[in-house]
């Protein structure tokens, strides 16, 4: 009884951590999916939406999964403890694949040829204008691009008054807009690997204490089979006597 109980102790606050886990990540995909809308208006790539959506899924999923954990743990029910244990895995495997495509979602030199339709040059003049960047690698992207008739004319988006365009890259700004995005992940480098070793970390482990709490269940719930079974024995024996 006591190792069952110092499981279900362990189980819940891993659970607990599960439930914040789930909501973080999907607060972390609403955030990208909002803040970051200006750069897939640009590449018309279903990639971050795709990343983002499924970080949303996988948080709405994990905070229903923890619920049912909770109420499986509480109600020794080893169906839903079991369910428990294969959802985690999806959700790892959906969680794997969203990191995935995020680094697969990555510098693309082709992005900038797009720039022919008028929404796609608007889209990337704002996001030059908001980030202070210059093309994808740097402001020799948009050489032949912006203006097929004049090589070195860049957006003035690059530069930020009316005209300076024409003038090349001369004034325009020299970082990208890819190393401007890469800078900040840079910057939370150590973060990010650290929540993320977390949260894989305590997936493992929930994977390994629901597994163990099954068993315990299991024995647990035989045991009791045996004593029944055993007092029924005794009590027939005695009426016989």
């Known amino acids: 009884m006591n190792g069952i109980k110092c499981m279900k ?3 819940a606050i891993c659970n ?4 914040i886990m789930g909501i973080a990540a999907m607060c972390i995909g609403i955030y990208l999916k909002v803040s970051r809308s200006d750069f897939v208006e640009i590449l018309q790539s279903k990639e971050f939406e795709t990343s983002s959506a499924l970080l949303i899924s996988a948080g709405i999923i994990v905070i229903v999964v923890a619920l049912v954990g909770f109420i499986g743990a509480w109600m020794n029910n080893q169906c839903m403890l079991g369910l428990y244990f294969i959802f985690v895995i999806v959700i790892f495997a959906m969680e794997l694949a969203a990191g995935i495509i995020a680094f697969i979602y990555r510098k693309d030199e082709r992005v900038i040829r797009r720039c022919e339709k008028d929404e ?4 990337w003049d704002k996001l030059q ?3 202070l960047c210059c093309g ?3 402001y020799t992207d948009w ?3 912006y203006d097929i008739h004049n090589y070195n004319t860049l957006p003035d988006s690059c530069c930020g008054y009316t005209g300076c365009g024409q003038s090349g890259g001369v004034v325009a700004y020299r970082i990208s807009c890819y190393e401007d995005a890469k800078e900040w992940i840079i910057d939370n480098f150590y973060l990010i690997g650290a929540a993320g070793v977390a949260i894989g970390v305590l997936q493992l482990l929930l994977v390994i204490v629901s597994l163990a709490l099954i068993c315990f269940i299991r024995k647990e719930k035989s045991y009791k089979d045996y004593r029944r079974r055993s007092a029924g024995n005794f009590g027939s024996g005695i009426q016989k006597l």
Do not use: D, P, Q, W
């Open 120 to 123: 796609t040059r608007s889209a």
């Open 129 to 131: 204008e908001k980030y």
């Open 143 to 145: 050489y032949g691009v």
């Open 136 to 138: 994808v690698n740097n």
């Open 9 to 11: 102790t362990t189980f």
């Open 16 to 19: 607990i951590l599960f439930f």
